[in-house]
């Protein structure tokens, strides 16, 4: 599996309430949304595990235990992760829940805005609960991910809107090359 790593403030920038060092941050509950998307400030806090199931309901979709334990495993960690590591997960739980399953949950969550799929370079897209923009750095030696600020990429995306008319998703994306792990010399 490859690793994920998030691009870190500098050390002198102060920590936010809320922040975690390193293990789970806590899921901060939101009003459920009128429309068919999430609402979430900023998209900074994702939504908990009961605002989702009521989205869902809203939506006109049941709420089956393969949905409640896919969205278990999705906020137990934020980690990017492919649907068969998250069918692995789900499959811990329930064996009959079948990939084909995962891949409509997944759909259907990402359709309501609650999670994000990112295409990771040759290997198969990741999925993780929507959040603010970010891009990535995807290593072709080792696999491994760097979650990335928008801001990095804010120049590329200026030029491609004003040359061809092309609007980047930072959501939706990443950046092949070598981590400084892979590199020569």
């Known amino acids: 599996m490859p690793s994920v790593r998030s691009a870190k403030p500098p050390r002198d920038e102060p920590r936010q309430p809320g ?6 941050r806590p899921v901060p509950l939101v009003g459920v949304a009128t429309n068919a998307k999430l609402a979430t400030a900023d998209r ?3 939504p908990g595990i009961d605002e989702v199931l009521a989205l869902l309901r809203a939506q006109g979709g049941r709420i089956t235990s393969a949905r ?3 969205l278990v495993a999705l906020f137990a960690s934020r980690e990017h992760r492919t649907a068969e590591e998250l069918a692995a997960e789900v499959q811990e739980q329930a064996p009959d829940v079948h990939l084909s399953t995962i891949y409509r949950n997944l759909d259907e ?3 309501l805005g609650v999670i994000d ?3 990771l370079g040759r290997g198969p897209a990741a999925y993780h609960l929507a959040s603010a923009s970010h891009g990535h750095f995807v ?7 760097t979650e ?5 990429f804010r120049e590329l995306a200026g030029a491609a809107s004003r040359q061809y008319g092309f609007r980047i998703d930072p959501h939706r994306f990443a950046v092949a ?3 400084a792990d892979c590199q020569p010399g």
């Open 109 to 111: 969550l990402e359709r």
């Open 148 to 152: 990335v600020p928008e801001g990095i």
């Open 68 to 70: 409640r334990l896919l």
């Open 117 to 119: 799929r990112t295409p």
């Open 44 to 46: 900074e806090a994702p």
């Open 139 to 145: 290593c072709d030696g080792c696999g491994a991910m």
């Open 177 to 179: 090359g070598l981590c």
């Open 19 to 24: 922040d975690d060092p390193g293990g789970p």
